[in-house]
T-cell receptor
Framework: EAGVAQSPRYKIIEKRQSVAFWCNPI?????LYWYQQILGQGPKLLIQ????????DSQLPKDRFSAERLKGVDSTLKIQPAKLEDSAVYLC??????????????FGSGTRLTVV | GQQLNQSPQSMFIQEGEDVSMNCTSS?????WLWYKQEPGEGPVLLIA?????ELTSNGRLTAQFGITRKDSFLNISASIPSDVGIYFC??????????FGQGTILTVHP
């Protein structure tokens, strides 16, 4: 089966600019996650969707970050305006159902964002 | 919030040696998972543990879920150059959220 697709792979922007990342999960996976991985750290959950509804966005900096999954398939994550500390790899992951995360859901290759 | 402490931070070993790394938490998790991440890629699942005290193997990898559900270890036997990467432990909840450790960087010298 095809994996989780993310684009772009790399993005360099200036601080205060806006940026958007796109994720296409594995076909049929109802649950989608966005993680932020700062260099030298483990991934940190930003937001979890079940179909097109938000399950957990407690760690999403909502003053500048937003995410949507309008049709319950693809998802976009946006940062507006970006700060230097947003430089990180943004990972998307998907699973069939939330509990299936206990079986280790599938991660995409990520988008590496550099804010200068 | 929940935090996982993973050790060691890095390891430099010779090919053929055994490796051991561990993870501890102040919180109880339903599931412990071990991932490997290579440069430019997302984490890939190695082993998943579901029951306290469970010991699971996957080839040269062996992992255990601590009795208290607050810790886990991963062993790699007879290391090879392709074992190089960053190894992460992660604690999972029934709703799907994973909390990751800081990672262990493994370097294997031929």
């Amino acid at each position: 089966e095809a994996g989780v697709a993310q684009s772009p792979r790399y993005k360099i922007i200036e601080k205060r600019q806006s940026v958007a990342f796109w994720c296409n999960p594995i076909s049929g996976h109802a649950t989608l996650y966005w993680y932020q991985q700062i260099l030298g750290q483990g991934p940190k959950l930003l937001i979890q969707f079940q179909n097109n509804g938000v399950v957990d966005d407690s760690q999403l900096p909502k003053d500048r970050f937003s995410a949507e999954r309008l049709k319950g398939v693809d998802s976009t994550l946006k940062i507006q305006p970006a700060k230097l500390e947003d430089s990180a790899v943004y990972l998307c992951a998907s699973s069939l159902v939330p509990g299936a995360a206990n079986y280790g859901y599938t991660f995409g290759s990520g988008t590496r964002l550099t804010v200068v | 919030g929940q935090q996982l402490n993973q050790s060691p931070q890095s390891m430099f070993i010779q090919e053929g040696e055994d490796v051991s790394m561990n993870c501890t938490s102040s919180s109880i998790f339903n599931t412990w998972l071990w991932y490997k991440q290579e440069p430019g890629e997302g984490p890939v699942l190695l082993i998943a543990l579901y029951k306290a005290g469970e010991l699971t193997s996957n080839g040269r990898l062996t992992a255990q879920f601590g009795i208290t559900r607050k810790d886990s270890f991963l062993n790699i036997s007879a290391s090879i150059p392709s074992d190089v990467g960053i190894y992460f432990c992660a604690g999972g909840t029934s709703y799907g959220k994973l909390t990751f450790g800081q990672g262990t960087i493994l370097t294997v010298h031929p």
